[in-house]
């Protein structure tokens, strides 16, 4: 069973609708969860930094983590076709390393 | 805002050549990280460095990588003889604490010929 488990997509939506990413992992422990974007060709960008279950919001985006499921989320509202990006699950393990899902390609058409 | 840099953007080199990569992270942050990337495949962990040690290696950080921070700003991936393998997008990254965001530089796409 891979660690973290991300659907590749293409999730192509209009411009405005809210975006849902979901994202499995197999290690109960895993305690730190990131979501991170990555335009084409660039660097990671952190978008979230969430501690164990429960859900934490920054101006249109929104995590939930519920680790008795080991699912994670993140909502887009008013989705741009700026937000078009490959959107990565990443939790922290034990020894603090990032684990990099392969990520969900999302298009926003205007 | 302050950002992690690297350099160069593009490096092409010959199988076998060595090769440096160089990484600015951002100026207060004491734990440093390689990441790679390989064209289509997901972002992997290669190196954790803290208080000029290595903390954590994968098992791709061979005894062909070695990383230094030779100043108080530069922290170097060293690549001894490049393989056709090795090609890939490299990624520093810098944090504060050891359980702190992690932030990215634009990375350096290595190919190796």
């Known amino acids: 069973q891979k660690e973290v488990e991300q659907d590749p997509g293409p999730l192509s939506v209009p411009e405005g609708a809210i975006v849902s990413l979901n994202c499995t992992y197999s290690n109960s422990a895993f305690q730190y969860f990131m979501w991170y974007r990555q335009y084409s060709r660039k660097g990671p960008e952190l978008l979230m930094y969430t501690y164990s279950s429960g859900n934490k919001e920054d101006g249109r985006f929104t995590a939930q983590v519920d680790k008795s499921s080991k699912y994670i989320s993140l909502f887009i509202r008013d989705s741009q076709p700026s937000d078009s990006a490959t959107y990565l699950c990443?939790?922290?393990?034990?020894?603090?390393?990032?684990?990099f899902g392969s990520g969900t390609r999302l298009l926003v058409r205007p | 805002e302050p950002e992690v840099t690297q350099t160069p953007s593009h490096q092409v080199t010959q199988m076998g050549q060595e090769v440096i990569l160089r990484c600015v992270p951002i100026?207060?942050?004491?734990?440093f990280y390689w990441y790679r990337q390989i064209l289509g495949q997901k972002v992997e962990f290669l190196v954790s460095f803290y208080n000029n040690e290595i903390s954590e290696k994968s098992e791709i950080f061979d005894d062909q990588f070695s990383v230094e921070r030779p100043d108080g700003s530069n922290f170097t991936l060293k690549i001894r003889s490049t393989k056709l393998e090795d090609s890939a997008m490299y990624f520093c990254?810098?944090?504060?604490?050891?359980?702190?965001?992690?932030?990215f530089g634009p990375g350096t796409r290595l190919t190796v010929l």
């Open positions: 990443v939790p922290m393990d034990s020894s603090y390393k990032l684990i």
């Open positions: 990254a810098s944090s504060e604490g050891q359980q702190d965001t992690q932030y």
């Open positions: 100026s207060n942050h004491l734990y």
